[in-house]
């Protein structure tokens, strides 16, 4: 059984759905964890702490610790870590999860939206590695999961969310490199489940309500905490997951076509091959990437 005694793990946005599924989980196998969430609404306004301290309170009930903490990701992730340090002296884990979602046809999204699902995903995420590092490099094991989501694909009327997310993805893989050489691994989920954020998103009742019996925030919670455990050793790999199935969700490049004399009206005539699907190379894994022809 894979455990966590003798770690401390921040969960972000951990009042509500996904981040209260994972520090709950962390905190039964031995985890002491800090719940972080501002209370805020799903589309990023108002503060509360009580989600946060309800999310404390069942840990504590179920014989696990844990301690509340109520500051924003994207304006103070250095008193977020703070408030592991002084409340358990070190940090092992650190989940991202906090996010919002305010949904917009694109000519309907207002730049502050953009930059605000900027803020707390994208600079919310960023912020939290950069506080924490240094004591995840002190702990010998730090572990780092992100979340990204597998919209990044593209979803209607989601552009200020799928670009955050997709800035994670990338962002996760980069700093995956500069982590191998300090003993920490960084990796991301890509998880479907049912949330408050799901039900406020532009679906068919229908499918909301699927999403509700079969996709539950806690199926997403197991793979978090492979993830961070500190025998685990993929590094720089986004994993979707949902209701149960784990997939490595992955960007490449196919065959494609080349010339020497490449022309606009050589590519018309080859874009069957361009877009074909059957040659799909996906990327390698950080540690058997090769740079060497990167911008070649």
């Known amino acids: 059984m894979l455990t966590f005694d003798g770690k401390v793990a921040i969960v972000t946005g951990a009042g509500r759905g996904l981040g209260a599924a994972h520090a709950e989980f962390l905190a039964a196998r031995g985890a002491k964890v800090v719940v972080n969430d501002l209370g805020g609404s799903s589309q990023g306004t108002g503060a509360s702490t009580a989600p946060a301290e309800e999310v404390v309170a069942r840990i504590v009930a179920a014989g696990g610790t844990a301690v509340a903490d109520f500051h924003s990701v994207s304006d103070d992730p250095e008193a977020v870590v703070a408030t592991a340090i002084e409340a358990f002296g070190r940090l092992d884990i650190l989940v991202n999860n906090a996010g919002i979602n305010q949904v917009h ?46 919209t990044l694909i593209g979803f209607p009327k989601q552009t200020p969310y799928v670009a955050a997310k997709g800035a994670i993805f990338a962002f996760t893989r980069t700093l995956a490199f500069e982590a191998v050489d300090v003993g920490i691994t960084v990796n991301a989920i890509a998880p479907t489940a049912a949330t408050r954020m799901s039900d406020e998103a532009d679906l068919p009742d229908e499918f ?89």
């Open 105 to 150: 046809a694109f000519d309907d999204a207002p730049m502050d939206s953009i930059r605000k699902h900027m803020e707390v995903h994208f600079f919310g995420t960023a912020g939290m590695c950069a506080a924490a590092w240094p004591h995840l490099v002190r702990s010998g094991a730090g572990r780092i999961v992100n979340t990204s989501s597998p």
């Open 208 to 296: 909301k309500q699927f999403m509700r019996d079969n996709l539950p925030t806690s199926a997403i919670s197991p793979v978090v905490a492979y993830l961070v455990h500190e025998s685990c050793a993929l590094n720089g790999e986004v994993l979707q997951a949902q209701g149960g199935e784990v997939q490595r969700l992955v960007l490449g490049f196919n065959k494609g076509f080349a010339s020497a004399d490449l022309t606009p009206e050589a590519i018309a005539e080859h874009l069957d091959e361009i877009v074909d699907p059957a040659t799909h190379v996906p990327f390698a894994q950080i540690h058997e990437q090769d740079l060497s022809a990167v911008g070649k």
